[in-house]
C-alpha cells in the first residue's frame, strides 16, 4: 500500500512508475512526473488530490477495485488511460493533452466533474453520472461512450465532442438543461427512453437517435448542416414544446409522436412514421422541400403544417385528422388520407399545385378552407362544410361524398375549372357553388339550394330526387341548363333559375311561387302533376312549352319575346287570375278550364283556347273582329272586350262597364241605354265618333270615355270623378241641365273647343281644349288638385274660385283672365298664362307649391299678405309684386327676362330655402330678410336693403354684375355669396359669420365687419384685390382666403389652423395688430410678396411661401415653425423666440433671420430641413 495522503508530494523529473500490491492513498496528496507516469495498484484514492504527467502519459489501472478523484486532478501530457471498477469524478478533473480513455467495470459519477482530452475521448463504465459535468473531446476528435447502464447527463451536464459523438447506452437522461454537441454527426444508442426534457441535442452534421422512446420536452434536438434520424422503436416521442431541426431531411419513427406546441423543421424533407397518432396541437412541422407523415390519426388544432417548396403526403390510416384553426399549407402538392378529417374552427388546408383528399368517413369543413391553384379532389362519406371554403383557383374541383350527405350550409365550392359533385344528399342551403366552367351535380336524394347560388359560365347539370331552390339561385351564364328531379318537388319559391341557352326542366312537381325561370333560349319543362308558378315569371326569348296536369299562374308571368308559347294542362285547370300569358308569337292554350279573373291572355299573332268554361271577370281577352249587341243589360265588370271593327250596344236596362271593365272599338262607337255605369276603372274607346245619350245619368267615375272624331254626352247630371272624358280631334259638348258637373280627380279632355254648361263644378281633375275653353257657372268654382286648360284664351267667370292644387292654363300668346269676387286660392294650384296674367282678388293665397306664371308680364295686385310658401311666381317679363309682407318660405320668383321688383311694405321678406330670380336687376325692400337656405338670383345687379339682418345661411345670393348688401350682420354659414363684379358687404356692427360657406367675386371684394368668422372650410374669393377689415377676430381654422391679387387682411388676430390663404399673383398683407396669427398645418401663399405683422407665429407644420419677398414681424414674441415650411426668395424675419425644430426655412436669395436676442432652435433637421440659403 502506498500513502502518499495530507500534503504528501511525490515529483519526478523523469519517469515515475507506483507498482502496489494494495491501494494507492494520495488524498490531497500530490504525484507529478515530468514524462511518463504509470500506477498500478487495487484502488486508488485521488480526492483532493493530484496525479499529473507534464510531458509524458498517465497510465492508471486499478483493476476492479474503486478510483477516487472527488475534486481531484488526473492530468496527462499525452495520453491518458484509466482501468477501473467504479470512477467517482464528482467535482473532479481527469483530463489529456492528447487521447483520453476510461474503462470502467462499475459506475462513473462526473457530477460537476471534467472529462477531457484534446484527443479522442473515450469512456466505458456501467452507468454513467455527468450531472452538471463536462465531457469534452478535443477539436478535430471524437468522443465515444459506451455505458450497459443509464448514462445521466442532467442538471446542466455537458457532452461535447470536436468531431463525431458516439453515445451507446442503456438510457439516456439529457433533462434539465443537459447539452450534448458534437461538431460532427451525433449518434446515440439507447436500449431503453431517451430522455432530453428541456435538453439540448445539437451536431453540425448528422444526427441518429435509436432508442425505445425520446422524450423532448422543451428540448432542443437539431443538425446544423445535417439531417436528423429519430427511431424510437416501439415507445413514444413526445416533442411537446420542444424542437427537432435539422438543415437536410428529417425522420421520426416511433409508437406515437407528440408534438403540443412543439417545432419539427428540416430545410429539406420530413418523413414521420407514428404506429399510432401524431399530435401537433399548437405545434409547427414545417419543411422546406416536402412533408410525409404516415400515422394512425394526427391532430393539428391549432397547428402548422408547412413546405414552401415541396409536397405534403399527410396519411391518418385509421384515425382522424384533426386541422381545427390548424393551417397545413404545400407549396407543391398536397395530400391527404384519413379515417376522418376536421378542418372546422377556421382551419386552413391549402397547396399551390394539387390537392386530393380521401377519407373512410365525412371530412368536417365547418368554417374552414381547402383550397388549391390546381385541382381539387375529395373522397369521402359525407362532407360538412358549412360556412366553408373549398376552391380550386385554376382548375377542376371534384368532390365524391359518397354515400355520405354534403353539406355546404352558407358555404363556397368554388372552380376555375369544371366542378362535380357526387353525394347521396346536398344541403347548400345559403351557400354558393360555382365555376367559371361548367357544373355537374349528382344526388340521390334531395338537393337544397334554399337561398343559396349554383353558377357556372358554361354548362349546369343537376340530377337529383327533389330539387329545393327556395330564395335561391342556380343559373348558367353562357350555356344550358338541365334540372331533372326524378320524381320529386323542384321548388322554386322566390329563386331563380336562369340560362344563357335553354332550361330544360323535368320533375313530378314544379312549384315556382313568385321565382323565376327565365332563359335567353327556350323553356321546356315536363312536369308528372301540376305546376304553380303564382307571383312567379318562366320567361323566354325563344318558345315555350310547359306539360302538366294543372297550372296555377296567379300573379304570374308565362312569356315568350320570339317564340310561341304552349301550355298543355292536361285534365285541370288553368288558373291565370292577376296572371299574364302573352306570346309575340302562336299562343296555345289547352285546359279543362280556364280563370282569367284580373288576367292578361295576350298575342300578336293568333290565339288558341280550348278551354271548357272561362271566367274572365277583370280579365283581358284581346281579338280581332268587331262586335255588336242588342239587349236589355250587358255586364262587363273588369273585363275587356276588343274588337277591331265598329261597336254598337242598343240597351232598353243597364250598360255596366264598371270595375275596370273595358271596351275598345277600331270603328265608331254609338251606345244608348236608359243609364250607362263605366265608373270603377271602366273604360270605352272608339276611334271613330263616340254618342252617348242616356235617360237618366252618367256614371264614368274613375272611368274612360274616349274617341278619336267628336263626342256628345247628354243626360241629368254626369259623374266623371277619377274618369277620363276626351277627344282628340272632334269638338267636345257636355250639357248636364238642372243638375252640376262633378269631374273630382276626372279628366275632360277636347281636341277642338270645350263648351261646358253647368250648374256648378266640382272640379279636382283635368278639363282641357286644345281650342277656346268657356266655363259659365252661376255657383262657385271648385277646382282643387283639378286643371282647366286651353290652347287659346281661358275665361272662367264665377262667384269663389278655389285652385287648391289645381292648374289654371292658357296656350301661348292667351291672356288669361280670372274675374273673382271674392277669394282667390291657389295653395298647390298652377295657374299659366300663355301672355299677360292679371289677378284681381281680396286675397291671394299661392302657398304650398303653388304657381303663377306669365309668357308676358305677371302682375298681381292684393290688398292684404302675398303667401307664396312653397310656391312659385314666374313671367318672362317684369314681375311685380304689391302687398304688405311677402312669405316666399321654399318658393320661388323669378323673371326670365326681366326684372323683379318685391316692395313688402314695413313687413318681413321670408325667403327661408326659396329663390328669387332675374335676368335684370333684382331689388328688395323690407323690414328685414331671412333667406336661409334660400338663393337670389341676378344677371345684372342685386341690391337687398334690409332694416335688420340679412340671414343666408345654407343660401345662395349670386349676381353677373355685382351684389351690394347693406344690413345689420350678416349669416352666412354654409352659404355661398357670389359674382362677377364687385362684392361689396357692408354689415355694420354686427359679425359676418362664413362658417363653411363661400363668399367669391369675380373682380374686387369688400368685407367691413365687426368680426369675421370663415372656419370650418370657409371660403372668400376673389379675382381681383380682396380687401377684409374688421376690429375682431378673424377665423380662419379650416377656411381658404384667396385672391388673383393683393390680399389685404386686417383684424384683431388670425387663425388659420389648417386653413389656407394665399394670392396667385399679389402679395399677401396680414396685420394682426398685437395679437397672434396661428397657422398650424395651415398655409400662407403669395405669388409676390408676404407682409406680416403680428404678435407671434406660430407655424407649427405650416407653410408660408412666397414667390418674392417675405417680411415677418412678430413682435419680439415666438416664431413657431416646428416641422413647418417657410420659404422665399428674399426673407426677412424679425421675431423673438424661433423654433424651427424638424423645420424647413429656405430662400433662393438672401435669408436674414434677427430673434433680437432670443433663441433660435434648429434641431432634428434631418435631410429636408434646416436653415437653407441658395
Same mark, same amino acid.
Not at 270623378?721 to 275632360?748: F, K, M, R, W
Not at 268657356?774 to 277646382?783: F, P, R
Not at 398685437?1074 to 407665429?1097: F, K, P, T
Not at 420659404?1127 to 423673438?1136: F, K, L, M, Q, V
Given at each position: ?29 500530490? $504525484?507529478? !512526473? ?116 443509464? *448514462? ?54 448528422? %444526427? ?184 380550386? *383557383? ?11 350527405? +354534403? ?5 363556397? =365550392? ?123 315569371? %318562366?320567361?323566354?326569348?325563344? !318558345? ?44 296555345? +292554350? ?18 288558341? $283556347? ?87 245619368? %252618367? ?5 274612360? $270615355? ?43 279632355? &277636347? ?121 312659385? +311666381? ?25 326684372? +323683379?321688383?318685391?316692395? !313688402? ?7 327661408? &330655402? ?16 331671412? &333667406? ?50 364687385? =362684392? ?87 396685420? $394682426? ?53 417657410? &420659404? ?16 424647413? %426655412? ?29
Amino acid at each position: 500500500m502506498v500513502k502518499n495522503n495530507d500534503q504528501g508530494k511525490i515529483n519526478a523529473q523523469g519517469v515515475l512508475n507506483i507498482d502496489a500490491v494494495q491501494a494507492i492513498d494520495n488524498k490531497s496528496g500530490i $504525484m507529478v !512526473a515530468n514524462q511518463d507516469v504509470g500506477m498500478h495498484s487495487q484502488g486508488l484514492n485521488n480526492s483532493q488530490g493530484q496525479i499529473g504527467s507534464a510531458h509524458g502519459l498517465l497510465k492508471i489501472d486499478v483493476g476492479q477495485k474503486q478510483l477516487l478523484n472527488q475534486s481531484g486532478s488526473l492530468q496527462a501530457g499525452t495520453d491518458l488511460n484509466i482501468t477501473s471498477g467504479d470512477l467517482n469524478n464528482n467535482s473532479g478533473s481527469i483530463v489529456a493533452l492528447s487521447n483520453n480513455t476510461i474503462t470502467s467495470t462499475g459506475d462513473i459519477s462526473n457530477q460537476s466533474g471534467q472529462i477531457a482530452s484534446n484527443g479522442h475521448l473515450v469512456v466505458i463504465g456501467q452507468n454513467l453520472s455527468n450531472q452538471s459535468g463536462v465531457m469534452q473531446s478535443g477539436a478535430g476528435s471524437d468522443l465515444d461512450v459506451v455505458v450497459n447502464g443509464t *448514462l445521466d447527463n442532467s442538471h446542466a451536464g455537458s457532452i461535447q465532442s470536436g468531431a463525431a459523438l458516439n453515445l451507446q447506452v442503456n438510457a439516456l437522461t439529457n433533462s434539465q438543461q443537459g447539452q450534448i454537441s458534437a461538431q460532427d454527426a451525433l449518434n446515440i444508442i439507447s436500449a431503453d427512453l431517451i430522455d432530453n426534457e428541456a435538453g439540448s441535442l445539437v451536431a453540425n452534421q448528422n %444526427i441518429r437517435l435509436t432508442g425505445q422512446g425520446l422524450n423532448n420536452r422543451q428540448g432542443q434536438i437539431g443538425s446544423i448542416q445535417g439531417g436528423l434520424s429519430v427511431d424510437a422503436g416501439n415507445q413514444a416521442v413526445v416533442n411537446q414544446s420542444g424542437l427537432l431541426q435539422s438543415k437536410t431531411d428529417l425522420s421520426v419513427k416511433a409508437l406515437s409522436l407528440d408534438s403540443t406546441a412543439g417545432q419539427i423543421t428540416s430545410q429539406a424533407k420530413i418523413d414521420l412514421q407514428s404506429q399510432q397518432e401524431v399530435n401537433n396541437t399548437q405545434g409547427v412541422i414545417s419543411a422546406d422541400q416536402g412533408i410525409q407523415v404516415n400515422s394512425q390519426g394526427l391532430n393539428n388544432n391549432s397547428g402548422q403544417i408547412t413546405s414552401a417548396q415541396g409536397n405534403i403526403v399527410l396519411n391518418a390510416g385509421q384515425g382522424v385528422l384533426s386541422n381545427q384553426t390548424g393551417k397545413v399549407i404545400a407549396g407543391q402538392s398536397l395530400q391527404l388520407n384519413a379515417d376522418q378529417l376536421d378542418n372546422s374552427v377556421q382551419g386552413q388546408i391549402n397547396s399551390q399545385d394539387w390537392l386530393t383528399i380521401s377519407t373512410g368517413k365525412d371530412i368536417n369543413n365547418d368554417r374552414g378552407v381547402i383550397a388549391a391553384n390546381q385541382q381539387v379532389n375529395l373522397n369521402s362519406q359525407g362532407l360538412n362544410n358549412t360556412h366553408g371554403q373549398i376552391a380550386s *383557383l385554376h382548375d377542376v374541383l371534384s368532390i365524391n361524398s359518397g354515400s355520405g350527405i +354534403l353539406d355546404n350550409q352558407s358555404g363556397v =365550392l368554388q372552380a376555375q375549372g369544371n366542378l362535380q359533385l357526387i353525394a347521396e344528399q346536398v344541403n347548400s342551403q345559403s351557400g354558393l357553388i360555382s365555376s367559371e366552367e361548367g357544373i355537374e351535380l349528382q344526388s340521390q336524394q334531395l338537393v337544397n339550394n334554399t337561398a343559396g347560388q349554383i353558377v357556372a359560365n358554361n354548362a349546369v347539370q343537376i340530377k337529383s330526387s327533389g330539387l329545393n331552390n327556395n330564395q335561391g339561385q342556380i343559373a348558367s351564364i353562357k350555356d344550358q341548363l338541365v334540372l331533372n328531379a326524378g320524381t320529386g318537388v323542384l321548388s322554386n319559391q322566390s329563386g331563380a333559375l336562369q340560362s344563357g341557352k335553354d332550361i330544360k326542366v323535368q320533375a313530378g312537381q314544379l312549384k315556382t311561387q313568385s321565382g323565376l325561370i327565365n332563359a335567353q333560349g327556350s323553356i321546356e319543362a315536363t312536369v308528372g302533376q301540376d305546376i304553380d308558378n303564382s307571383s312567379g315569371q %318562366i320567361i323566354a326569348n325563344k !318558345a315555350i312549352q310547359l306539360s302538366s296536369q294543372g297550372l296555377t299562374n296567379n300573379a304570374g308571368q308565362i312569356g315568350s319575346v320570339e317564340g310561341t308559347v304552349t301550355i298543355d294542362a292536361g285534365t285541370g285547370v288553368l288558373s291565370n287570375q292577376q296572371g299574364k300569358l302573352q306570346s309575340s308569337q302562336d299562343l296555345t +292554350l289547352k285546359a279543362q278550364g280556364i280563370d282569367n279573373q284580373s288576367g292578361l291572355i295576350a298575342t300578336q299573332a293568333k290565339l288558341d $283556347m280550348q278551354p271548357e268554361w272561362l271566367n274572365n271577370n277583370k280579365g283581358q281577352i284581346i281579338s280581332g273582329s268587331a262586335l255588336t249587341f242588342v239587349g236589355q243589360d250587358l255586364i262587363n265588370q273588369g273585363g275587356l272586350l276588343q274588337s277591331g271593327a265598329d261597336l254598337n250596344f242598343k240597351l232598353s236596362g243597364l250598360f255596366d262597364n264598371s270595375q275596370s271593365g273595358q271596351v275598345y272599338s277600331g270603328g265608331n262607337t254609338a251606345i244608348q241605354a236608359g243609364s250607362v255605369k263605366n265608373n270603377d276603372q271602366g273604360k270605352i274607346n272608339a276611334q271613330g265618333v263616340l254618342n252617348i245619350d242616356a235617360v237618366q245619368g %252618367i256614371n264614368n267615375a274613375q272611368g274612360v $270615355m274616349v274617341s278619336t272624331q267628336q263626342m256628345v254626352l247628354k243626360s241629368q247630371g254626369l259623374q266623371n270623378g277619377g274618369g277620363q272624358i276626351g277627344t282628340e280631334q272632334g269638338d267636345l259638348l257636355i250639357q248636364t241641365g238642372g243638375l252640376s258637373l262633378n269631374n273630382g280627380s276626372g279628366a275632360i279632355q &277636347s281636341g277642338k273647343t270645350l263648351t261646358l254648361d253647368v250648374n256648378g263644378l266640382n272640379n279636382s281633375g283635368v278639363i282641357s281644349a286644345l281650342d277656346r275653353l268657356t266655363l259659365n257657372s252661376q255657383d262657385d268654382v271648385t277646382n282643387d288638385h283639378g286643371k282647366l286648360l286651353s290652347n287659346k284664351q281661358l275665361e272662367v267667370s264665377s262667384q269663389n274660385l278655389s285652385n287648391q292644387s289645381g292648374v289654371i292654363q292658357t296656350g301661348e300668346q292667351a291672356d288669361l283672365n280670372l274675374t273673382v269676387r271674392e277669394a282667390l286660392n291657389n295653395q298647390s294650384g298652377q295657374i299659366y298664362g300663355g301672355a299677360n296674367v292679371q289677378l284681381n282678388a281680396s286675397s291671394v293665397n299661392n302657398s304650398q307649391q303653388g304657381q303663377i306664371s306669365a309668357q308676358d308680364a305677371l302682375n298681381i295686385i292684393s290688398a292684404d299678405l302675398i303667401d307664396n310658401e312653397a310656391g312659385s +311666381l314666374v313671367a318672362n317679363q317684369n314681375i311685380r309684386l304689391t302687398g304688405q309682407g311677402l312669405n316666399n318660405r321654399q318658393g320661388q320668383i323669378g323673371s326670365i327676362q326681366g326684372g +323683379l321688383s318685391v316692395d !313688402a311694405g314695413n313687413q318681413a321678406v321670408v325667403n327661408q &330655402s326659396g329663390l328669387l330670380q332675374s335676368k335684370t336687376d333684382l331689388s328688395v325692400k323690407a323690414l328685414s330678410l331671412d &333667406s336661409t337656405a334660400g338663393q337670389m338670383t341676378s344677371q345684372a345687379k342685386i341690391d337687398l336693403q334690409s332694416q335688420q339682418e340679412v340671414n343666408n345661411t345654407q343660401g345662395v345670393i349670386s349676381a353677373d354684375q355685382g351684389i351690394q348688401v347693406n344690413s345689420q350682420g350678416l349669416n352666412n354659414q354654409k352659404g355661398q355669396i357670389g359674382t362677377q363684379g364687385h =362684392l361689396t358687404l357692408q354689415v355694420g356692427n354686427l359679425i359676418l359669420n362664413n362658417q363653411a360657406g363661400l363668399l367669391q367675386a369675380g373682380q374686387d371684394l369688400i368685407i367691413d365687419a365687426a368680426s369675421i368668422d370663415n372656419s370650418l372650410s370657409g371660403k372668400i374669393s376673389a379675382q381681383g384685390q380682396a380687401t377684409l377689415q374688421t376690429t375682431g377676430l378673424l377665423n380662419n381654422q379650416t377656411g381658404a382666403i384667396t385672391a388673383n391679387q393683393d390680399i389685404t387682411l386686417t383684424s384683431h388676430g388670425l387663425n388659420n389652423t389648417q386653413g389656407q390663404i394665399g394670392s396667385v399673383a399679389g402679395s399677401l398683407n396680414l396685420e $394682426m395688430g398685437d395679437q397672434v396669427l396661428n397657422n398650424q398645418s395651415g398655409s400662407l401663399l403669395s405669388g409676390q410678396h408676404i407682409n406680416i405683422h403680428a404678435s407671434g407665429l406660430n407655424n407649427n407644420q405650416g407653410q408660408i411661401i412666397a414667390r418674392q419677398i417675405l417680411d415677418i414681424d412678430t413682435e419680439l414674441q415666438e416664431l413657431n415653425n416646428k416641422q413647418g415650411l417657410i &420659404s422665399a426668395d428674399t426673407a426677412n424675419i424679425r421675431s423673438g423666440t424661433l423654433n424651427n425644430d424638424q423645420g424647413l %426655412i429656405q430662400t433662393n436669395n438672401v435669408l436674414s433671420i434677427d430673434t433680437q436676442s432670443h433663441d433660435l432652435i434648429n434641431t432634428h433637421s434631418g435631410s429636408q430641413g434646416g436653415l437653407l440659403s441658395h
